[in-house]
């Protein structure tokens, strides 16, 4: 079969599209076909090596965390899935192998996809929606009325933080450049905020909820404008989030870190916010998968609307 391979960390020409082993399920994974796969910042990271504490040296390496596909084989300790079944979810990250006509997976990762997407459609949602939900809701703690401010909502996971947070209810301030704002407006956020003309840090607003999902600014930064038992959450694990939340123990207003990790719960409830019409996925580029070099070079200039899709 056709997949995705890399022999050294490196620059997007790492990349190497060729003949590769089809895998076979044991008794507890399913075999996919896959259709589609996303590229997420996370599978950048990866090739370049940023994660080597968890992929190792033991080359050749896989990529690709989102998939949309068809059930092709169950292992036999398998129940609740039948072949032909049509699914979408992620692996956990550092663990990736989507980018290839077929994977193997357990069936914690994946759930029925969404009937209303098509197999592109849906393979832009799961790591980076999953990402909005847990963040907001089991971080965060979302609730109707708060004021919640997305700091990047034109990327991945912001599109997806913008639409769930109104779909629970909150008042959503969208920060993104000035060219992004129709759309991010179009996304439901009741406010947006121009960062090249404006610094949410220091325009004496306060939010129930920051979500920093471009990770340029801190709890340190944010402080003063988080309500009193306001909460900051950032995707970027370091020594910054370490002495983040050390400050906020001090403090009524909270720093929090989220690490995605593929739910069944999640993916289903997603599904329903995507058939209820409630979230739709922005998809800014569509890429073959042998042409996963310029798809990843793409990711990498930072200006990415929405998602990229890898079409199998
Ligand atoms: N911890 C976790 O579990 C987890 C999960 C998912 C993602 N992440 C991380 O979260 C980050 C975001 O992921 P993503 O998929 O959303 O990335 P992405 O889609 O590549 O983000 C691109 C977007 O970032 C915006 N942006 C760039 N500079 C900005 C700035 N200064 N202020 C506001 N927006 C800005 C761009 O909008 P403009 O063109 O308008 O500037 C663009 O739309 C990545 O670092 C990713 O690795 C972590």
Do not use: W
Not at 145 to 156: E, H, K, M, P, R
Not at 272 to 281: A, F, I, M, N, T
């Amino acid at each position: 079969m056709k997949g995705v391979i890399f022999n050294r960390y490196g620059s997007p020409d790492v990349l190497e599209y060729t003949d590769v082993t089809k895998p076979s399920p044991t008794a507890k994974q399913l075999l996919v076909k896959v259709v589609a796969s996303s590229v997420n910042p996370l599978d950048c990271k990866i090739r370049r090596g940023m994660l080597k504490v968890i992929t190792g040296n033991n080359f050749p390496l896989c990529l690709g965390h989102d998939f949309s596909g068809e059930v092709v084989e169950i292992g036999e300790e398998i129940a609740n899935f039948q072949l032909g079944d049509q699914v979408y979810g992620f692996f956990n990250p550092g663990s990736g192998k989507a980018y290839g006509e077929y994977m193997v997976i357990t069936p914690q990762c994946l759930s029925p996809k969404p009937e209303n997407l098509t197999h592109s459609q849906a393979a832009a949602v799961p790591l980076a929606a999953s990402t909005a939900l847990q963040g907001l809701r089991n971080k965060a703690k979302v609730k109707k009325g708060q004021t919640v401010l997305i700091n990047g909502a034109s990327g991945g996971v912001g599109t997806f933080a913008v639409q769930i947070a109104k779909a629970y209810q909150a008042e959503v301030t969208g920060v993104c450049s000035g060219k992004n704002i129709p759309l991010v407006k179009e996304l439901g956020a009741d406010y947006t905020i121009d960062y090249s003309q404006e610094n949410f840090t220091e325009n004496g607003r306060q939010y129930d909820i920051i979500f920093d999902v471009v990770c340029n600014s801190s709890f340190r930064k944010c402080q003063k404008s988080l309500t009193p038992q306001g909460v900051y959450l950032t995707l970027a694990p370091g020594f910054s989030s370490i002495v983040d939340g050390f400050l906020s123990f001090f403090s009524g207003k909270q720093s929090k870190l989220l690490l995605v990790e593929p739910q069944v719960k999640d993916l289903a409830e997603l599904k329903d916010l995507l058939e209820q019409g409630k979230v739709k996925p922005i998809i800014d580029k569509t890429y073959q998968l042998s042409e996963i070099m310029a798809a990843h070079t793409y990711s990498e200039t930072d200006r990415v609307v929405g998602k990229i899709i890898v079409e199998v």
